[in-house]
């Protein structure tokens, strides 16, 4: 779970309160610094909850395996018929076993509780994270319209808003900048797809929350488990590309694309068990 910060105020009383932050405390932050604090996100209590969960990992692995020779023989064909059934498989995952961002105002609220404060302490004390990133479960959840709409919106996000960064990432660590365009923007579609829905799909597009997603002051959990090991997974997929083997599947962007589906099935295993609510420290 989060770790314990240390803050206490001077003078409960004045307009504006001074807060002490604890110089040996690492987790500390100054008011103005302060990022909202996110809970590592607890899967909805359901049976369909805790069994999808498994069969979506393995779903979305033998999907793979099933187009792996055809990705090799033509990646673009390939890559793009295997676009739709992973955003299906993604948005039942949301769906079926996540809270949405419509259970709470993650966008208001929930933003406004830094980590440190005491109402944050409190929150992390107590569990009361139903919600964990999602709030208590309301009734509009559990109807088809608030759950068919956040994961369409999730999908759509993730494709519109996460493919051209993600594009950017890939030439950046290294795709080709003058040729395989399509095959490296496929590539970055995968992944938007991989890591991203869900993300979006229990947070919103709070900015303040996707600032605590990426600077790492957030909590692990599967779906942020997932997004971590999808890109580590697709940085590690591309150590076979330049060695003298001369096969076939070495050329792009095969093996980033196989390192990633691996390294987001283990960062989700990962994630949502033995790295849960943990937060990764920077020294």
């Known amino acids: 779970m989060p770790p314990n910060t240390s803050a206490s105020s ?12 604890s110089p040996n405390d690492p987790t500390s932050t100054k008011p ?20 999808f969960t498994h069969i979506h990992t393995a779903l979305i692995l033998a999907l793979l395996y099933s187009c792996f020779s055809a990705t090799v023989a033509d990646p673009i ?19 079926v ?15 406004t509780e830094t980590a440190g ?18 709030g208590n479960v309301t009734a509009s959840s559990t109807t088809i319209t608030g759950k068919i709409v956040p994961t369409l919106l999730s999908l759509i996000l993730s494709l519109t808003l996460s493919t ?25 579609a995968h992944l938007a797809l991989l890591t991203t829905p ?5 947070h919103g597009v709070s900015a303040a929350r996707w600032r605590a997603l990426v600077s790492l002051a957030a909590p692990f959990d599967a779906p942020r488990g997932a997004a971590v090991g999808a890109i580590v997974g697709g940085w590690v997929g591309a150590v076979p590309i330049p060695l003298d083997w001369d096969r076939e599947w070495q050329k792009w962007p095969v093996t980033v694309l196989v390192g990633v589906y691996l390294g987001w099935a283990v960062g989700k295993v990962v994630g949502g068990t033995v790295a849960w ?3 990764i420290k920077m020294c």
């Open 32 to 51: 103005s610094e302060a990022l909202p604090y996110l809970h590592p996100t607890i899967p909805l209590p359901s049976t369909a909850s805790h069994t």
């Open 164 to 188: 051209p960064p993600l594009y950017i990432l890939a030439v950046l660590h290294g795709a080709p900048l003058t040729t395989h365009h399509a095959h490296t923007g496929l590539l970055a």
């Open 198 to 202: 869900p993300l979006f799909y229990i």
């Open 117 to 134: 404060t005491p109402a944050a302490r409190k929150k992390g004390a107590t569990g009361k994270s139903a919600g964990a990133s999602g």
């Open 277 to 279: 609510g943990r937060i």
């Open 77 to 95: 064909s390939s890559l793009t018929q295997l676009l739709l059934p992973v955003a299906l498989l993604q948005g039942l995952w949301c769906g």
């Open 10 to 21: 001077k003078s409960p009383t004045t307009s504006q309160t001074a807060t002490e932050v």
């Open 97 to 111: 076993c996540l809270p949405s961002c419509r259970n709470g105002d993650h966008g208001s609220s929930g933003a």
